[in-house]
């Protein structure tokens, strides 16, 4: 199973980016997703997953409100809608799969490559 995640960038405080990882390999719809990310010097930090029909969504404490996952299997996609940005935002974002969502990377099987968020204030 490989993933492949895009979107990330360059971005003003109070600004928005759409994070995509779009999978590849294996059956998108047995797996649980989830995005992660890590600042430098930090531990991977739980952002958000979502079941494996979309059904229910979980965020970090973090999030308030502020991101929104998703997800299409029929497309193979799951995506990370972050608005009201802030520089503490800052990190490179993971895409995983997973049997079921968890809060502890450590639970999840595939990671894709990561994608930089670079927030500015």
């Known amino acids: 199973v490989q993933l492949q995640a895009s979107g990330g960038g360059l971005v003003q405080a109070g600004g928005s980016l759409r994070l995509s990882c779009v999978v590849s390999g294996g059956t998108f719809s047995d797996f649980a997703a989830g995005w992660f990310r890590q600042g430098p010097g930090n531990e991977r930090e739980f952002v958000a997953a979502?079941?494996?029909?979309?059904?229910?969504?979980h965020y970090g404490d973090f999030v308030k409100g502020r991101f929104t996952i998703s997800r299409d299997n029929a497309k193979n996609t799951v995506w990370l809608q972050m608005t009201s940005l802030k520089p503490e935002d800052s990190a490179v974002y993971y895409c995983a799969l997973g049997a079921r969502w968890y809060s502890d990377p450590d639970q999840y099987e595939y990671w894709g490559q990561g994608t930089l968020v670079t927030v500015s204030s």
């Open positions: 979502i079941t494996w029909n979309g059904a229910n969504t």
